[in-house]
């Protein structure tokens, strides 16, 4: 059975600094692999897809690799900003799946930047 | 519409009521997906659909629910005799095509309070 663990589950940081978060599945098998992000009583917001086949994406201060054989990806995040706080959630599409596209997630890590 | 709908935002239920939450996708979407998102987990898979089709209903934890999409657009998540542990964040994603390739959009959440 596919698991999903982001570490840590909380993170405080000073504005500025750049920061890895981290998420780890037990089943390298997979279709991709999603980072999403959170805020309070809204729904997800996605921010990067990784195919299984690329090592990383790239958006903006955002930088998610892909390892999958060691069944790992971290999401990187320069120059962090106040409005960056959230809860960040990694979900990975297991390959048996990948005709319904569904996500198995972690349980988010989240994220305070003070300015 | 622009993005996709959910409503009511917020449901009180008293213990043994039934109740019905409701998902408008982003028009044209042919995947539909409902999660469930326990306070402080990650969103858990419970059903997908493809048009009109359940193709996965795996993750409903019982027979009390109940997931349609009659016409291949607007979908109902029904609960019936609510419990306690049903008190939880119901999240509806839809996605252009199959598999979620083209990623995903979320709606923001029903709240349901179990009392």
């Known amino acids: 059975k596919q698991e999903v663990t982001q570490i840590p589950a909380a993170l405080s940081v000073p504005e500025g600094e750049n920061l890895v978060l981290n998420c780890s599945f037990t089943?390298?098998?997979?279709?991709?692999l999603q980072w999403f992000r959170q805020d309070p009583g809204k729904g997800l917001t996605s921010l990067l897809l990784?195919?299984?086949?690329?090592r990383e994406q790239t958006s903006g201060r955002l930088n998610a690799s892909l390892d999958k054989s060691s069944g790992r990806s971290t999401l990187y995040i320069a120059a962090s900003q106040p409005g960056d706080s959230a809860t960040y959630l990694c979900?990975?599409?297991?390959?048996?799946?990948?005709?319904?596209?569904?996500?198995?997630f972690g349980q988010g890590t989240t994220l305070q930047v003070k300015p | 519409g622009a993005g996709v709908s959910q409503s009511p935002r917020y449901k009180v239920a008293k213990r043994g009521q039934d109740v019905a939450l409701r998902c408008d996708p982003i028009?044209?979407?042919?995947?539909l997906f409902w999660y469930q998102q326990a306070l402080g987990q990650g969103p858990e898979f419970l059903t997908y659909?493809?048009?009109?089709?359940?193709?996965?209903k795996s993750g409903l934890p019982s027979d009390r629910f109940f997931a349609e999409r009659p016409e291949g657009s607007v979908s109902t998540l029904k609960i019936q005799r609510t419990q306690q542990e049903d008190s939880a964040v119901y999240l509806c994603?839809?996605?252009?095509?199959?598999?979620?390739?083209?990623?995903?959009?979320f709606g923001s959440g029903t709240r349901l309070t179990v009392v």
């Open positions: 994603a839809s996605s252009l095509r199959q598999g979620g390739v083209y990623g995903y959009t």
């Open positions: 089943d390298s098998a997979i279709y991709n």
């Open positions: 990784i195919q299984s086949s690329q």
């Open positions: 979900a990975v599409s297991p390959l048996g799946s990948s005709n319904t596209g569904k996500l198995i």
């Open positions: 028009s044209g979407h042919v995947s």
């Open positions: 659909f493809q048009n009109e089709a359940q193709l996965d």
